[in-house]
């Protein structure tokens, strides 16, 4: 137990140090009320709480952002390695683009991109 006693000591160390710190900032913070805080975004005071449930006309947006959002996941390794392949690399992206193309005009044939 001996070879552990510098190890616990630094950790007791660093311990007390984070302790000592959240100690001191609670103790020199200054308390704003919700009315001084300006708004996160847009600049508008907000008019619902900040857990209110969306509106589901939003869930297909998201959707639609998260299949881009997949897209530069899929499309930045392939911008590595693309010199390397070559033509079937692009080909590949080029027919991943069309499904995603296919995907988006779906979801405006639907309807599910229509706000009103």
Excluded: C, K, Q
Aim: net charge neutral; hydrophobic share 60%; charged share 15%.
């Amino acid at each position: 137990m001996a070879e552990f006693g510098p190890i616990l000591a630094l950790l007791a160390v660093a311990l007390g140090l984070v302790l000592a710190g959240y100690g001191i900032a609670s103790a020199v913070a200054v308390a704003r009320r919700m009315d001084d805080s300006p708004a996160f975004s847009g600049g508008l005071p907000p008019v619902e709480h900040a857990v209110s449930r969306f509106h589901v006309r939003w869930y297909p947006v998201t959707m639609v952002f998260l299949a881009f959002d997949m897209e530069m996941l899929f499309m930045y390794p392939w911008t590595l390695v693309v010199s390397r392949i070559g033509a079937p690399a692009v080909i590949e992206m080029f027919l991943f683009l069309g499904i995603l193309l296919a995907g988006v005009l779906y979801a405006w044939r639907e309807g599910a991109l229509r706000w009103t």
